[in-house]
């Protein structure tokens, strides 16, 4: 059973978890890679990613190794990899691309960042397909809303602080979006007053 244990393990400290947690780090809004795909975005550029920095904390470890001592072995391995995925679970914490985080303190839960219109992993092709990002995007957060609402009412008292910060999260991001899609619509309609 305990070598069940260490292979699930170790299969995940090289195979999944450095790069899943980089990837939280680096994008650590939900919907950042893509707004309906973005779980299997994550899930994939966390395994090839992991690959990656296993690789090159191997290279790191050989490159210190002396013909006394060898660190490319199954202990120093472990420690830097498991460090590596916890230095970049912090920051993804940091970050605010763990809310669930709240969960097992109000403390610990931390916002997304804004979203930037326009940024290179959000490209705006045009307004029309802006719009229709933005409108999924409000649809997401009015979910997390009532679902937060929902879960409030039957949580317990030390939970609710945790639910009432992520509605707040939630309002902060819906009214940023419709501020969005009014500057959107003025633009449209400028522009069609432009053509007449």
Known sequence: MSS???IVAGVAIVFFLPGYTLVGLLFP?????DPEYDGVYR???GMGLSIVIAILVGFALNAISTEEH???SAGPLWISLISVTAVFFVGGWWRGAYPWMGMVHASLYRDPPPRVAGSILMPIHSDERRATRLVMEREHWLTELKRCADRMESCPPARKEYYEQRMKCAKGSIDQINQELEALRKEGAGSAKKKR
């Open 43 to 45: 899930v994939a550029l």
């Open 70 to 72: 060898g660190y490319v």
């Open 29 to 33: 809004r939900r919907g950042e890679l």
């Open 4 to 6: 069940m244990i260490q």
